[in-house]
Structures are given as structure tokens and as C-alpha cells.
């Protein structure tokens, strides 16, 4: 009896570690191959010419572009709305608001980059541009936000709300010297997760930001922008070794901002714990 | 008289009046401000949310009374001849054989996001645990980066890698072998790689970040107190993680796998390049090409774009609205279900 009971035990944990082998393989195999398909593209001629030739400094510009506009646009609504839901409202609409909140949330990113073909760029006659792109995009990753936000606020014990009112303090002054700052380092790592999420985006962006040969301008209007992951779809379609290496050599790239974005979040995320664990002594 | 009532109703009404006069009178100008501005923000994902909606049902509604019920029984989508006369119906213009039916598409999104979820719960909750249980400290942060990474590996490299590396090896291995066996709708052809299975398999991987990283989260939460019992009562760790971690948990995993659900539902790049893009077919295998309303959406809306009545491009905007449809709906699945199994789910019991 006993030693089935063992007999079970192996057979559960090495289980666990064939289903933790089918997580790590995946992201090991992908970046190996999308390394070596990207070998003979890489190269500083990558980052010194745009697409008209044989690099990718305009896609990479534009995507930064992009993140900035996102970080600008969804991180200034997103983070406001969080401490909204978190600080300011209650009961009822509070709830509606979380509710819809989480339902937009599960939005396809398709559905939106078709709204923002149809109104942004058709009804509005934005044309393909940075605007049409940065608000489809922010769209997306704002629910995200407002989650972070809201959960980094309640995370702040309770007692430092209480000795901010006990001591008279405004609101808006305890919530801009003791609330948000101690709940800045998990704010900034769900930033950071929406960075990431926009970085790899193509749906929301294939029908808004169009796409250009030429280095993105800072014209929120009439002017396509490019970025990353058109690259990588676009030039693999084209015949020949040349794009396929470029299309990886783009995916690589973005692969490596994806990865800067993880260390990032990582250093943040290890901050915010230890800010919490001071805290809450 | 009227005094006297007055005074009657007084203390009825007055403790309520004066705590809100009370709080009120605490916010400052500046505090007032702020609190608007904030409201302004908080109200903004729901405006998103209802002109998102709005928009799509705006869009759609000339093809909705074009289509009737032809759209769920048909399994046709075309967007006819353009060269052709214009054939009109219900007060609409379409062009000619124009015909928009949203059954294959939809069958292909359920088909694969369910296979994908019957693939990734299992996987993500025992890799979770896993991490949390047996791994030490140190180890279990830097594993955690397969979760991230493979969280934010652009979609469009997963079709890459699924199209070109894991398709066909699949393809040559388990496939065949699969295949071999002869159970019926589980062999057929298994081409290069593309199709159902390989796609449900890639969407598997997608999905498995999300609901790993909340399961882990979960497990993390479970109080040492309940496995330290299950310990000194002579429990297995395998057995620790039956009856007391995953009854612990249950409710959030259901609620992470409809998280996951939902992105398996809407995904559209990486099932665009791998699903083969079968049109107007049901899969006939698990092997077999298909296509789903996300990826049909992106693929058609160039060319929709050139029908010069415009319903093509209102026509897929009521395939998006149905896809929408169906993502809320297992929206408000995964909360009756978390609802239903959030009493029985305490047999630990919190805040031992």
C-alpha cells in the first residue's frame, strides 16, 4: 500500500516536470529559431537603413514611437482610472465600472483594429496614422492598466490612508505623497506589461497605422507609421532569402525589447515587494 | 402643525444629511477637482467599451437585415461577383452570389479554442504547481521568465514558428502516429503541418502563460497552515496538492482558463498563417485546414473593401459582432461557473 501510494507521487510530480518541459521548450525552440533564421540579415546595415534598403530602422523607430504614444495615452488614462475605481469610487458604479472595465478587457484585437479602420481612419479621415494607431493600441492594454493600478492601490495598507486623513491631509495630498508613490513600482511594472503586450501587437495596428519606407514623423495625421511586427509579416510573404532573413531579423529585435521590457518589469516588480513588505510592518 | 412634523421627521432624516454635508465640507477645492478629473478617467474604458459597441452594431446592422438567419444556417462566405449585376434584397445591395454565412467560421473558432483549452489547463496547472511546490525560491523566479516571455512573444512569431518549426515536426512525428491508429475524424491527411491541430497546439501555447501565472499566483496564496496539516495527517505531496491545494484554487483556475479562453477566441495573426485558411468547409479531420472569425476578418477586409456596395465589409463586421458575442458569453459563463464553485471550494477553509 505504501509504496503505491510513493509509486503515485512519482508519477504526479514527474508529470509536472514533462508539463513544465512543454512550457520552458516552446519559448527556447522559438528563440533559437528565430535566431538562426535572422543570422544573415544581422548586421549594422540593419539598423542604419530603412526598408527601402536592407534594414529596419524605420519599423524600429516607429515601434518605439508607438510605445511612447501608448505609454502617453493609455498610461495616463489607464493609471487615472485605477485610482478612480480604486480611491474614489463605490458601491454600484463601481462595480459597473470594473465590470466593463474586465468586458473590454476580453475585446478581440481584431474588433478593435476593424472600429479603427472604419471610424478613426475612414469616418474621421485620419487616413493610416500615429493617432488612429496609438488609440487602437491603447485601447487594448488600457484595461490591463487600470487593473495594476487599482490592485498596486488597494495593496497600500490601510493604516497609512488612515494616518494621512488623521493628520488632516487633503486627499489629493495623500494620494500624491503617500499613495501613489508607495504603490509606484507595481503601477510601473503593469505599464510595462502593456509595453510588452503593444510591442507584439499586429492586428489592432495592420488596418490603422498603414505602413512606410521612410523614418516616422512626429505628425499625428495623414502619416502611415512603421513598425515591428508588419515586418515581420509582410516581408516573409515576399520571395526570397533576403526578406525571410529580415522578417526574423525583426522578430529578433523585437524579441530583445520584449526581453529589456521583462528585466525591467522584474527590477520594478522586486522593488514594489519590498516596498510593500517595509510597509506593512 | 407643520412644525410639528418637521421636528417628527427630524431625527429621521438629519444623522444621514449631516455625514454627507460632513464629507463634503472635508474636500478641499483641489480635492473636488481631482475627484472629477479622475471620474472623467474612470468612465473612459466604458465609453471605449460602448462606442466599440455601438460601432460594431452600426456597421453590421445593414447586414444583419441583409442576411436574416441565411448567416447562421449557410456555410457559404463570399463576397460575389463584382463584375456582375447587383442583386438587391430586403431594401439592401449586394453583389451578385454574394452570400455571407458565418457557420464554418464559427465552428473553426470553438473547434480550436476548446481543443487548445482541454490542452493548456492540465499543462499550465501542473507546471504551476510545480514551480510553487517543488522548485526552490531561487530557481522559481528565474523559471518564472518562460512565463513572460512566452506572454509577450509577438503573435505573429508564434505563426512563424508554428508554420515553419513546430507544424511540421509535429506533422512528422505525432501526427503520424496519431494518424496510424485510424480512429475516425482523428486521420486523414496530415499535409505540411498546417491546419486544426497544429493551430489548437500553438493556441495552447499562447494561452498557457495566462493561466500558469494566475494559477501560480493562486497556489502561492494557499496557507501554509492547511498543507502543514495535510503533512502531519501522512499525506503524499502529490496527494497534499489533490486535497488541499487544487480544492484551494479551483475557482480561480476556472477563472483563468476563461481568461484564456477568451484569447484563444479572439486570436487572429498566428491562426491567420497556420489554420491553411479553409473557406466554406467544415474540418473534415483534426488535420484538416480551417478558419476562424478573427483570422477571416483580417484576411478579407482588403478585398472586402472593394465591393462597391459596402456589405462584404458589413458583413464581417457581424461576423466581429458574433465573435464578440460569443467572448462575453464565456465571459458570464466563467462567472456563473466561479460563482457556483465558490461555496464548495472552501473545504480548507480561509483564514485557518
Redesign the interface.
Same mark, same amino acid.
Given at each position: 500500500m505504501r509504496t503505491r501510494?510513493?509509486v503515485?507521487?512519482r508519477l504526479?510530480?514527474g508529470?509536472?516536470?514533462?508539463?513544465?518541459a512543454?512550457?520552458?521548450a516552446?519559448?527556447v525552440?522559438?528563440?533559437i529559431?528565430?535566431a538562426h533564421q535572422a543570422a544573415p540579415a544581422v548586421g549594422w546595415s540593419l539598423f542604419s537603413q530603412t526598408t527601402k534598403g536592407i534594414g529596419i530602422q524605420n519599423a524600429i523607430l516607429g515601434t518605439l514611437l508607438l510605445l511612447l504614444g501608448v505609454l502617453i495615452v493609455a498610461g495616463?488614462?489607464g493609471v487615472?482610472?485605477g485610482?478612480?475605481?480604486a480611491?474614489?469610487?463605490s458601491g454600484r458604479s463601481e462595480k459597473?465600472?470594473r465590470f466593463?472595465?474586465?468586458?473590454?478587457a476580453?475585446?478581440?484585437?481584431?474588433?478593435?483594429?476593424?472600429?479603427g479602420?472604419?471610424?478613426l481612419v475612414v469616418q474621421f479621415h485620419w487616413g493610416y496614422s500615429l493617432l488612429a494607431a496609438v488609440i487602437a493600441l491603447s485601447?487594448l492594454v488600457?484595461?490591463y492598466i487600470?487593473k495594476t493600478t487599482e490592485v498596486a492601490l488597494r495593496q497600500v495598507p490601510s493604516v497609512l490612508r488612515e494616518g494621512a486623513a488623521g493628520l488632516g491631509m487633503?486627499?489629493?495630498s495623500t494620494?500624491g505623497r503617500i499613495l501613489v508613490p508607495t504603490a509606484l513600482p507595481a503601477i510601473t511594472s503593469g505599464l510595462i506589461v502593456a509595453l510588452?503586450?503593444s510591442?507584439?501587437?499586429?492586428?489592432p495596428l @495592420?488596418?490603422t497605422a498603414g505602413f512606410s519606407d521612410h523614418n516616422p514623423r512626429l505628425q499625428l495625421f495623414h502619416q502611415q507609421v512603421p513598425y515591428?511586427?508588419n515586418v515581420?509579416?509582410t516581408d516573409?510573404a515576399l520571395p526570397g532569402k533576403r526578406p525571410h532573413a529580415t522578417?526574423?531579423a525583426a522578430?529578433l529585435v523585437? @524579441?530583445v525589447i520584449?526581453?529589456v521590457?521583462?528585466v525591467a518589469?522584474?527590477i520594478v516588480a522586486g522593488r514594489a515587494r519590498r516596498n510593500t513588505a517595509r510597509m506593512s510592518l | 402643525m407643520a412644525s410639528v412634523l418637521e421636528e417628527r421627521r427630524e431625527p429621521a432624516v438629519a444623522p444621514s444629511l449631516s455625514a454627507r454635508s460632513r464629507r463634503r465640507s472635508e474636500l478641499t477645492g483641489p480635492d473636488r477637482a481631482l475627484g472629477a478629473a479622475l471620474t472623467v478617467a474612470g468612465l473612459i474604458p466604458t465609453l471605449a467599451l460602448a462606442f466599440l459597441a455601438y460601432q460594431m452594431v452600426k456597421e453590421a446592422y445593414p447586414a444583419i437585415i441583409f442576411n436574416g438567419w441565411h448567416f447562421f444556417t449557410s456555410k457559404t462566405f463570399t463576397i460575389g461577383n463584382l463584375y456582375a449585376p447587383i442583386q438587391h434584397k430586403r431594401g439592401y445591395a449586394a453583389p451578385h452570389g454574394a452570400s455571407y454565412g458565418v457557420l464554418p467560421l464559427l465552428v473553426g473558432t470553438l473547434l480550436s479554442s476548446v481543443f487548445a483549452l482541454i490542452l493548456a489547463v492540465p499543462v499550465s496547472v501542473a507546471g504551476a504547481i510545480l514551480l510553487v511546490e517543488k522548485l526552490p525560491q531561487r530557481i522559481q523566479g528565474t523559471l518564472g521568465i518562460f512565463l513572460e516571455l512566452l506572454a509577450g512573444i509577438p503573435s505573429v512569431v508564434f505563426g512563424l514558428w508554428g508554420v515553419y518549426t513546430f507544424g511540421p515536426l509535429l506533422s512528422r512525428t505525432v501526427y503520424k502516429w496519431v494518424d496510424s491508429l485510424g480512429i475516425p475524424w482523428l486521420s486523414g491527411h496530415t499535409g505540411a503541418g498546417e491546419g486544426l491541430a497544429t493551430a489548437s497546439v500553438v493556441l495552447a501555447v499562447m494561452i498557457i502563460p495566462i493561466i500558469a501565472s494566475i494559477t501560480r499566483e493562486l497556489v502561492r496564496s494557499v496557507p501554509t497552515v492547511a498543507k502543514e496539516g495535510a503533512v502531519a495527517l501522512g499525506l503524499t505531496p502529490s496527494e497534499t496538492v489533490r486535497y488541499v491545494t487544487i480544492p484551494y484554487v479551483r475557482t480561480g483556475i476556472i477563472a483563468a482558463a476563461v481568461l484564456g479562453w477568451a484569447r484563444a477566441l479572439g486570436e487572429t495573426i498566428a491562426v491567420l498563417i497556420i489554420s491553411g485558411n479553409a473557406l466554406n468547409i467544415y474540418p473534415h479531420s483534426i488535420f484538416a485546414p480551417f478558419s476562424t472569425m478573427a483570422a477571416t476578418i483580417a484576411a478579407f477586409l482588403d478585398s472586402a473593401l472593394t465591393d462597391p456596395t459596402g456589405m462584404a465589409v458589413h458583413a464581417l463586421a457581424q461576423v466581429g459582432l458574433v465573435l464578440l458575442a460569443v467572448t462575453i458569453l464565456t465571459n458570464f459563463g466563467g462567472r456563473l461557473l466561479t460563482r457556483r464553485f465558490a461555496d464548495q471550494a472552501l473545504p480548507v477553509g480561509r483564514g485557518v
Amino acid at each position: 500500500m505504501r509504496t503505491r501510494r510513493a509509486v503515485t507521487d512519482r508519477l504526479f510530480w514527474g508529470f509536472c516536470f514533462l508539463a513544465f518541459a512543454l512550457i520552458a521548450a516552446p519559448s527556447v525552440s522559438m528563440l533559437i529559431s528565430v535566431a538562426h533564421q535572422a543570422a544573415p540579415a544581422v548586421g549594422w546595415s540593419l539598423f542604419s537603413q530603412t526598408t527601402k534598403g536592407i534594414g529596419i530602422q524605420n519599423a524600429i523607430l516607429g515601434t518605439l514611437l508607438l510605445l511612447l504614444g501608448v505609454l502617453i495615452v493609455a498610461g495616463t488614462i489607464g493609471v487615472a482610472a485605477g485610482v478612480y475605481l480604486a480611491e474614489f469610487a463605490s458601491g454600484r458604479s463601481e462595480k459597473v465600472l470594473r465590470f466593463f472595465s474586465e468586458v473590454l478587457a476580453g475585446m478581440p484585437s481584431i474588433v478593435i483594429g476593424y472600429i479603427g479602420y472604419i471610424t478613426l481612419v475612414v469616418q474621421f479621415h485620419w487616413g493610416y496614422s500615429l493617432l488612429a494607431a496609438v488609440i487602437a493600441l491603447s485601447v487594448l492594454v488600457m484595461p490591463y492598466i487600470v487593473k495594476t493600478t487599482e490592485v498596486a492601490l488597494r495593496q497600500v495598507p490601510s493604516v497609512l490612508r488612515e494616518g494621512a486623513a488623521g493628520l488632516g491631509m487633503p486627499r489629493y495630498s495623500t494620494l500624491g505623497r503617500i499613495l501613489v508613490p508607495t504603490a509606484l513600482p507595481a503601477i510601473t511594472s503593469g505599464l510595462i506589461v502593456a509595453l510588452a503586450i503593444s510591442t507584439g501587437e499586429l492586428a489592432p495596428l @495592420l488596418f490603422t497605422a498603414g505602413f512606410s519606407d521612410h523614418n516616422p514623423r512626429l505628425q499625428l495625421f495623414h502619416q502611415q507609421v512603421p513598425y515591428l511586427t508588419n515586418v515581420i509579416f509582410t516581408d516573409l510573404a515576399l520571395p526570397g532569402k533576403r526578406p525571410h532573413a529580415t522578417s526574423a531579423a525583426a522578430a529578433l529585435v523585437s @524579441l530583445v525589447i520584449l526581453i529589456v521590457l521583462i528585466v525591467a518589469g522584474r527590477i520594478v516588480a522586486g522593488r514594489a515587494r519590498r516596498n510593500t513588505a517595509r510597509m506593512s510592518l | 402643525m407643520a412644525s410639528v412634523l418637521e421636528e417628527r421627521r427630524e431625527p429621521a432624516v438629519a444623522p444621514s444629511l449631516s455625514a454627507r454635508s460632513r464629507r463634503r465640507s472635508e474636500l478641499t477645492g483641489p480635492d473636488r477637482a481631482l475627484g472629477a478629473a479622475l471620474t472623467v478617467a474612470g468612465l473612459i474604458p466604458t465609453l471605449a467599451l460602448a462606442f466599440l459597441a455601438y460601432q460594431m452594431v452600426k456597421e453590421a446592422y445593414p447586414a444583419i437585415i441583409f442576411n436574416g438567419w441565411h448567416f447562421f444556417t449557410s456555410k457559404t462566405f463570399t463576397i460575389g461577383n463584382l463584375y456582375a449585376p447587383i442583386q438587391h434584397k430586403r431594401g439592401y445591395a449586394a453583389p451578385h452570389g454574394a452570400s455571407y454565412g458565418v457557420l464554418p467560421l464559427l465552428v473553426g473558432t470553438l473547434l480550436s479554442s476548446v481543443f487548445a483549452l482541454i490542452l493548456a489547463v492540465p499543462v499550465s496547472v501542473a507546471g504551476a504547481i510545480l514551480l510553487v511546490e517543488k522548485l526552490p525560491q531561487r530557481i522559481q523566479g528565474t523559471l518564472g521568465i518562460f512565463l513572460e516571455l512566452l506572454a509577450g512573444i509577438p503573435s505573429v512569431v508564434f505563426g512563424l514558428w508554428g508554420v515553419y518549426t513546430f507544424g511540421p515536426l509535429l506533422s512528422r512525428t505525432v501526427y503520424k502516429w496519431v494518424d496510424s491508429l485510424g480512429i475516425p475524424w482523428l486521420s486523414g491527411h496530415t499535409g505540411a503541418g498546417e491546419g486544426l491541430a497544429t493551430a489548437s497546439v500553438v493556441l495552447a501555447v499562447m494561452i498557457i502563460p495566462i493561466i500558469a501565472s494566475i494559477t501560480r499566483e493562486l497556489v502561492r496564496s494557499v496557507p501554509t497552515v492547511a498543507k502543514e496539516g495535510a503533512v502531519a495527517l501522512g499525506l503524499t505531496p502529490s496527494e497534499t496538492v489533490r486535497y488541499v491545494t487544487i480544492p484551494y484554487v479551483r475557482t480561480g483556475i476556472i477563472a483563468a482558463a476563461v481568461l484564456g479562453w477568451a484569447r484563444a477566441l479572439g486570436e487572429t495573426i498566428a491562426v491567420l498563417i497556420i489554420s491553411g485558411n479553409a473557406l466554406n468547409i467544415y474540418p473534415h479531420s483534426i488535420f484538416a485546414p480551417f478558419s476562424t472569425m478573427a483570422a477571416t476578418i483580417a484576411a478579407f477586409l482588403d478585398s472586402a473593401l472593394t465591393d462597391p456596395t459596402g456589405m462584404a465589409v458589413h458583413a464581417l463586421a457581424q461576423v466581429g459582432l458574433v465573435l464578440l458575442a460569443v467572448t462575453i458569453l464565456t465571459n458570464f459563463g466563467g462567472r456563473l461557473l466561479t460563482r457556483r464553485f465558490a461555496d464548495q471550494a472552501l473545504p480548507v477553509g480561509r483564514g485557518v
